[in-house]
Structures are given as C-alpha cells and as structure tokens.
C-alpha cells in the first residue's frame, strides 16, 4: 500500500524547519507526481466474509482482519483486491 502525504503540509513543514534559501528538495516536493489511491470496498476485497449473515442487516459482513462489522461498501487499509479464483 502507498503512503499517502500531504504536500502542503510537508512543504509547510519544509518551510518551518529550514534554514536560508529553499533548495532543491523544496522544488521536488512541489512537483511530485500526484496519485490516486485506489478505494477497495468490502465487497470486492478478499477477505470479506460472506457466510456471516443476519436478517436485519443483510448488506452487513464480518471482517476478520479488523473483527467488525462493516456495511459491504465501507472501505478500510487493509483491504486487498479479491483475484478471480477468490470470487464466489
């Protein structure tokens, strides 16, 4: 999973701690490529446990990664993409 920061922050920070004129880095950082981080819902992550199930919250699971329930479209850190052998 990537790290995800806060330019404008960093930048901020950059600017707080150092000392004379910005250097280098402080250009790298304002021109670091950006990215999108991809969202995995429940539903399509391999370890949403479909066998839990209960009449009143039936787009409810049970994750065992972070022992709760979750709606099947919440989205959490570890989730890790199902591959096609994981779908049932």
């Known amino acids: ?3 995800l920061i806060d330019r404008d ?3 901020a920070e950059y600017d707080r701690v150092h000392v ?3 250097g280098g880095a402080r250009k790298l950082m304002e021109d670091a490529p950006t990215v999108q981080p991809e969202i995995i819902r429940c539903r399509d992550c391999k370890h949403w446990d479909r066998t839990w199930s ?7 699971h049970y994750c065992p ?24």
């Open 9 to 11: 922050a960093l930048i």
């Open 54 to 60: 209960n009449d009143w919250s039936p787009d409810y």
């Open 65 to 88: 990664v972070i022992d709760e329930v979750r709606k099947d479209d919440f989205h959490c850190r570890y989730a890790e993409r199902r591959t096609d052998e994981q779908i049932d």
């Open 1 to 3: 999973m990537r790290d």
């Open 20 to 22: 004379g004129e910005p």
